[in-house]
């Protein structure tokens, strides 16, 4: 009886040599995992650059690879002829790969537009196509909007070619100024920083405020630091000081009275006197004020009041008396004085 319990590993090796044997037949790279992987072979890019674009094609199929085509202006390559490729000519591929293909348009050109008056953005653009360089200018004006095309080289309708030049000058719209700081200042010193900025005063505005001395600026609007075009007015907000009050009513009131009850408003006192006959009743008391009672004023602000005085006693009179003696012996001269209230 013949044994056969040796043949299998035999036969298994067969196989996978004759597996092996079909792989690299199969294989244009003699690389086994070009075959499992479904790779073609290596090779050359060939060069297609300045070939007429069906020509280029079938050299393109014939190396086995597939293509695209995009377009573009070309000043030296004439229209339908490849201006380059990606891959460049020589570069390693595989067959199957594809290649771009970048085709003439032809020589590049394209009108001036008329665009003074007009957005830049929307006049450039066939300019851009056309390979036709852009030089911009911004310049600031008063009365252009920003992005609006102000002035412009060359004229309109004149053809420019890809690799020239278009000027354009544009507006950034009205300069721009930062507000300067006035807090703190007079309304002339606040005035003056803000015309030294290209910036105008607007409105002083008074506004009750009891921290800021009077007359001195709180703030401005748009406020400091903002930036706002030139010329642009800034609004100041000065302080009038704390807040009006109401006056009391002091007529009848003693003076003492009268200014203790002002000082607690932060009013100040301005005091006349009005002599009155001896034994009026109304001397040592307030006869008039002006604010009257129940209008209004700022604390710092006086408040005049008229009192009732006695009228003062009248002036001393002196009388001197000088008596002059001759003797044997000389001249003796004596004298006195007698000083009397006035009137008697």
């Given at each position: 009886m013949i044994r056969v319990r040796g043949l299998w590993p035999f036969l298994a090796t067969v196989t996978v040599l004759a597996v092996l044997i079909g792989l690299f037949g199969f294989s244009a790279s003699l690389n086994p995992i070009d075959v499992l992987l479904g790779r073609g072979r290596q090779i050359s890019a060939p060069n297609l650059t300045g070939m007429p674009l069906p020509r280029a094609r079938v050299e393109a199929e014939r190396a086995g690879l597939k293509y695209t085509t995009r377009n573009a202006f070309s000043l030296s390559v004439q229209r339908g002829s490849v201006i380059r490729q990606d891959p460049p000519?020589?570069?390693?591929?595989r067959v199957g790969d594809s290649i771009e293909l970048t085709v003439s348009k032809g020589e590049n050109s394209a009108p001036m537009p008329d665009a003074v008056g007009k957005e830049l953005k929307v006049v450039r653009k066939p300019l851009d196509d056309a390979s036709i360089n852009v030089v911009v200018e911004r310049v600031y004006s008063e009365t252009v909007a920003n992005g609006i095309v102000t002035a412009q080289s060359p004229n309109p309708g004149v053809v420019l070619r890809g690799g020239e030049t278009a000027k354009f000058q544009v507006s950034r719209g009205p300069e721009k100024r930062p507000v300067p700081e006035t807090g703190g200042l007079s309304p002339e010193g606040a005035g003056f920083l803000i015309g030294k900025a290209g910036l105008k005063l607007g409105e002083v505005i008074l506004v009750d405020n009891p921290l800021v001395p009077p007359g001195a600026v709180i703030d401005s609007s748009p406020s400091a630091g903002s930036v706002v075009a030139k010329n642009s007015e800034v609004n100041l907000n000065v302080s009038a000081g704390p807040a009006a009050v109401a006056v009391p009513?002091?007529?009848?009131?003693?003076?003492?009275?009268?200014?203790?009850?002002?000082?607690?408003?932060?009013?100040?006192?301005?005091?006349?006197?009005?002599?009155?006959?001896?034994?009026?009743?109304?001397?040592?008391?307030?006869?008039?004020?002006?604010?009257?009672?129940?209008?209004?004023?700022?604390?710092?602000?006086?408040?005049?009041i008229v009192v009732g005085a006695k009228a003062p006693p009248p002036p001393s009179t002196t009388t001197t008396t000088t008596t002059t003696t001759t003797t044997p012996t000389g001249t003796t001269t004596t004298g006195s004085t007698t000083t009397r209230p006035g009137g008697r």
């Open positions: 000519a020589g570069a390693t591929v009513p002091l007529v009848g009131a003693t003076r003492e009275a009268a200014l203790t009850a002002l000082a607690e408003l932060g009013l100040k006192a301005q005091v006349t006197v009005r002599v009155l006959p001896d034994g009026d009743p109304t001397i040592g008391t307030v006869l008039e004020q002006a604010p009257t009672a129940e209008e209004t004023a700022r604390p710092t602000q006086s408040v005049t």
